[in-house]
């Protein structure tokens, strides 16, 4: 991957609509990374550890009914925001490796895409508040509604194999995203690395979460370190985008000097 960005390979300043884009993924990680900090402070606190997660579908219904936002948290709603709200950071990352790594950044703009529709299109949470909202107290209606439950249970419930492809193609493109930034001189090598730890710590554990749902300590131990990485590394991408959408590239003897992340 080549050292250096050329002037031949990308512009010094960006034009308006570029700051501004710079500025929106910028804000998309800030966004992201405070979604994160919520869910990680909710399973915390008494009464929304993950001990709450239902475990039949009569009490999934309950829980729907009784603490519906409780409800929609076990079916990984922040996640699903996490996801659509995360989105312009990875394309604005993309955007800026487009030139020096243009293979990284397009697989990594596309996997981030798909990852965020499979989120969407794989998510129980707003259905199955839907179904417990028109569900019968009792009789062969409440039997039928457990039956839907369980349904969208196998689709989308966390730790499914039904959500495991939308785990998996995000994961790819944080990876991917983090790859890409090796090649160009906007962002360190460290950022990059770290952002390539993280993400490679998180998919090994959803992996193993998925297919061994009791999957041993060492496993939450690593997905733990996993998720300070990328906590910290969505805080710095932050930063270095909004850098870089004001002055973060100038041009200097025919090269692009950046400010270091």
């Known amino acids: 991957m080549p050292p250096h960005d050329t002037l031949a390979a990308d512009r010094s300043i960006p034009e308006a609509a570029e700051r501004r884009w710079l500025r929106v993924g910028a804000a998309s990680a800030l966004a992201a990374l405070a979604l994160i900090l919520l869910d990680l402070v909710l399973v915390n606190v008494p009464g929304w550890g993950t001990d709450t997660v ?5 009490a999934w219904l ?9 409800g929609l948290r076990n079916l990984d709603l922040i996640n699903l925001f996490v996801a659509v709200v995360g989105l312009p950071m990875y394309l604005a990352v993309a955007w800026v490796c487009r030139r020096t790594t243009p293979f990284a950044a397009a697989f990594a703009a596309l996997t981030g895409v798909l990852g965020t529709a499979l989120f969407v299109v794989s998510n129980a949470a707003l259905p199955m508040l839907q179904l417990s909202r028109q569900a019968p ?22 730790g499914s194999f039904g959500v495991y492809p939308a785990f998996l193609v995000s994961g790819i493109g944080s990876l991917v995203t983090a ?5 160009t001189i906007a962002f360190s090598r460290r950022l990059a690395w770290v952002g390539i730890v993280g993400s490679g710590l998180l998919l090994g554990y959803v992996t193993a979460v998925t297919l061994n749902p009791d999957a041993s300590g060492l496993v939450m131990v690593l997905a733990m370190i996993g998720g300070l990485l990328m906590l910290g590394w969505n805080a710095l991408v932050a930063r270095r985008l909004y850098a870089l959408s ?16």
């Open 54 to 58: 239902p475990s039949t579908a009569a």
């Open 246 to 261: 004001g002055r973060g590239l100038v041009a200097a003897s025919g090269a692009l000097t950046a400010v270091p992340s």
């Open 179 to 183: 790859v890409a930034m090796l090649g």
């Open 137 to 158: 107290a009792s009789g062969a209606g409440r039997l039928g509604a457990e039956g839907a439950v369980q349904a969208l249970l196998a689709r989308g419930a966390h």
């Open 62 to 70: 309950d829980q729907l009914t009784d603490r519906p936002l409780l």
